[in-house]
């Protein structure tokens, strides 16, 4: 994972958001192919492509939601669109979001580039070694904000953390977001191998089975 300098971001032709939203920031930072690159608490982020255990999890939870699609499901799955955090000047790139199955149709129907919280009913990250901390809870005071700060002050509803470290290996669902502090107020969690049961309005259960830890 690479953290732009004010050096770096002060030779950019624009913000680094107006590039990010226009999608040239990459070029200009020069990310080698497969980056992910996100502005996270105003700095950018650039993150090696995640690799097959990464992808597993976030296969398998798309896989629970598409069996339980029927005729009255009303969630469709989203990954790898980017999510503009309008008037905040951040912009991340989600592992996986939910939207409803009408807000999915109307965005693809209209051509648009990013998404924006709105239209998101819940995220999901899946973390890796080289850059757990931007999508984890801030530990401490004074830390700088992350991914979870992010989507809380943007009052996406459901935020799922797939935490991979070693220390942690659960899946925590933080509910009940809170604009003005930018925290989630309530969670609960799974340790590896228990089964995932997301609550109203999903009412999705979730296989973590063979999820394990990073090994690097």
């Known amino acids: 994972m690479k953290v732009l300098s004010d050096e770096e971001l002060s030779l950019l032709p624009d913000t680094p958001y107006n590039l990010w939203v226009r999608g040239e920031l990459a070029d200009h930072v020069d990310a080698p192919e497969g980056s992910r690159v996100e502005i996270i ?3 950018v982020v650039v993150s090696p492509p995640p690799g097959f255990p990464h992808n597993a999890i976030a296969s398998d939870i798309t896989l629970a939601f598409n069996r339980a699609f029927g005729p009255d499901f009303p969630w469709r799955t989203d990954n790898g669109t980017m999510m503009s955090l309008v008037g905040v000047g951040d912009g991340f790139v989600p ?3 939910l939207l409803e199955q009408d807000v ?3 965005a693809q129907r209209s051509g648009i580039r990013t998404l924006v919280p709105d239209q998101i ?6 973390t890796s070694y080289s ?3 931007n999508d984890q809870e801030p530990a401490g005071r004074g830390r700088p904000n992350t991914k979870w700060n992010g989507y809380a002050g943007a009052e996406i509803p459901y935020y ?3 935490d991979r470290s070693p220390k942690v290996s659960r899946s925590i669902l933080y509910t009940i977001p809170d604009h003005g502090l930018g925290a989630y107020l309530h969670q609960e969690s799974w340790a590896f191998g ?4 997301l609550p ?3 009412d999705v259960e979730i296989s973590s089975t063979h999820w394990k830890p990073w090994d690097k």
Not at 121 to 126: G, R, S
Not at 194 to 197: D, F, G, N, V
């Open 41 to 43: 608490g105003g700095k």
């Open 95 to 97: 592992d996986l979001m």
């Open 200 to 202: 109203d309005p999903f």
């Open 160 to 162: 799922l953390l797939v």
């Open 121 to 126: 009913e819940m995220v999901v990250e899946i």
């Open 104 to 106: 999915f149709l109307a």
């Open 194 to 197: 228990e089964t995932i049961r």
């Open 131 to 133: 850059n757990a901390k």
